[in-house]
Every structure is written in structure tokens, then in C-alpha cells.
Nanobody, 125 residues
Framework: QVQLVESGGGLAQAGGSLRLSCAAS????????LAWFRQAPGKEREFVTA????????YYADSVKRRFTISRDTAKNTVYLRMNSLTPEDTAVYYC??????????????????WGQGTQVTVTS
């Protein structure tokens, strides 16, 4: 069993930066892939980025490519999301998710098994 807890959300100005953290505990060895999703009010849950634990391979949604960076510290069982050049369209609840087995469908939320509680990110104009 894996547990995920997000932190680092808050208020940022447009053009600013923010770093989110996702701390994993429990059977962290079972995590094949970690991902960030986000959901704005009235919108579908949206893939943001993912990282494969064993290889470090990363994947990004087109909307955040070149602005957001996912990374991990395996010793700390923590995954980070560095967000730069924020815009109000980035406002959402951000969720950390873990897949415990391989799937080629990196961007599909249903392929992830464990979810954190979410952390709010609000970007003002």
C-alpha cells in the first residue's frame, strides 16, 4: 500500500513560479510511475506530467511543456513539480498519482492506482 501527500500549493502571480511536492510512504517500492494531474472547477481531470520511477523518463502535456518540470528524489520518496511562467489558466487542484504497474497509457488517469488528496494552486492576474 502506498500513500501520497501533496504540499506546496498556494497563491502565485501570473509569471511567477511555484514548486509542489508529493511525499510517498508505505510500499513505495511498488510505484512504477508517478504523475501529476489537475482539475479546475467544472473541468475534466487533466494530465500534467509523469515520471517513470526506474528510468526517469518524463512526459508532459503540451500545455505545460517548457514551463513545468517533474523530478524525483528517490532517497526521500518524493516527487516534485516545478511550475514556471504561471498563468491564471494553471489555477486548479493538483493531484499526485501513482501507478503500481506498467501501462503505455501514461496520460490516462484510470491507469493510476493511488491518489493524493490534492493541493490548490491559484494564479492571479
Amino acid at each position: 500500500q502506498v500513500q501520497l501527500v501533496e504540499s506546496g500549493g498556494g497563491l502565485a502571480q501570473a509569471g511567477g513560479s511555484l514548486r509542489l511536492s508529493c511525499a510517498a510512504s508505505g510500499r513505495t517500492f511498488s510505484m512504477y510511475r508517478l504523475a501529476w494531474f489537475r482539475q479546475a472547477p467544472g473541468k475534466e481531470r487533466e494530465f500534467v506530467t509523469a515520471i517513470t520511477s526506474s528510468t526517469g523518463s518524463t512526459y508532459y502535456a503540451d500545455s505545460v511543456k517548457r514551463r513545468f518540470t517533474i523530478s524525483r528524489d528517490t532517497a526521500k520518496n518524493t516527487v516534485y513539480l516545478r511550475m514556471n511562467s504561471l498563468t491564471p489558466e494553471d489555477t486548479a487542484v493538483y493531484y499526485c498519482a501513482a501507478a503500481q504497474s506498467f501501462s503505455p497509457q501514461v496520460r490516462l488517469a484510470t491507469r493510476y492506482d493511488v491518489w493524493g488528496q490534492g493541493t490548490q494552486v491559484t494564479v492571479t492576474s
